[in-house]
């Protein structure tokens, strides 16, 4: 019942599911902030003390504001806050926030940096990184067809269950660290039940995962309703609780929607998040 009432709270307040008026002048009022609290609490997180480390990591590739003269810019927006965040950014509503700069003057990108920067640190109460690259940089994301790792999708199975089950992770006796990915991860948004595309790449050390279970697993969240945070999060918990690794690091990229990619990485592991801002193929 709270699931239910948590759901119906985000789709009458946010965008998500409605049709939208597309706002080309500045407004800030237009993002949308989700607590993390209540899902975390579902998957017996405690908010307070994670039991992983790791960043949300966005790219937009849509930006486009005015210049001093009325010229049109465009470039491409990096954006990165921690997982210890309080809140996360609804990805509509920052489609929504990011048109509204479409007619707008700004003097450079980086005044716009600053606020983008200045108006989610507001609304997610955490320090958020922001650059926008031209075209031209060469710090845009870096493509690659897949994620590094052995990729388990050429495995012969047979699936045939496509609602969450974690029962599929098992484990043998034999220790050992390795890197397995996959891209054919799919969900469902937690609102508007509309598609989520992933790849997803999983480092452990410690019992060797069953890849067959393994990929069975990530086949069952076909029909699961949540964010990709939220998916994420729930991956790494089932993962640590069924096959107890001793390091465990999942990173998901998802395909954009709206000119938005959403990059959700957790891991057991303090070390900041390294993956130099990547794109795979499909992205």
């Known amino acids: 019942m709270t699931k239910n009432k948590d759901i119906n709270i985000i789709a009458r307040k ?13 407004d800030s009022s237009l993002l949308y902030a ?18 992983f480390f790791g960043v949300d990591s966005w790219n937009h590739y849509e930006v486009s504001w005015l210049n001093n ?14 997982c210890s965040s309080p809140k996360i950014i609804e990805s509509k509503s920052f489609k929504l926030y990011f048109n509204s700069f479409n007619n707008t003057k700004f003097e450079s990108a980086t005044e716009l940096e600053n606020i983008i920067k200045n108006d989610v640190e507001k609304y997610i109460d955490a320090p958020v990184f922001i650059e926008i690259h031209p075209l031209n940089s060469n710090k845009l994301p870096l493509i690659q067809n897949t994620f590094s790792g052995e990729s388990i999708d050429s495995l ?9 089950e974690p029962s599929f992770l098992t484990t043998s006796n034999e220790i050992i660290t390795e890197t397995l990915c996959s891209d ?33 697993y990530l086949v069952s969240f076909r029909n699961h309703n949540e964010f990709h945070e939220q998916c994420i999060e729930r991956i790494f918990m089932d993962i640590l609780r069924h096959c107890k690794p001793s390091k465990l690091t999942v990173y998901g990229r998802y395909t954009r929607r709206g000119g938005l990619d959403i990059n959700p990485y957790r891991s057991t592991e303090k070390a900041s998040f390294n993956g130099e801002n990547i794109r795979l193929s499909r992205q």
């Open 69 to 82: 003269k009325g010229k049109p810019c465009v470039g491409i927006a990096h954006i990165i806050y921690d």
């Open 184 to 216: 054919l991860l799919k969900s469902n948004c937690l609102v508007t039940y509309q598609p989520d595309w992933g790849s997803i790449q999983i480092n452990y050390s410690g019992n060797k995962i069953n890849r067959e279970g393994l990929l069975k």
């Open 156 to 164: 012969d199975i047979e699936c045939s269950h496509y609602d969450l």
């Open 14 to 26: 946010s965008a998500l599911g409605k049709k939208s008026l597309y706002i080309s002048n500045y």
């Open 34 to 51: 989700i607590s993390r609290k209540e899902k975390r609490e579902e998957l017996g997180i405690n908010p307070i003390n994670l039991p």
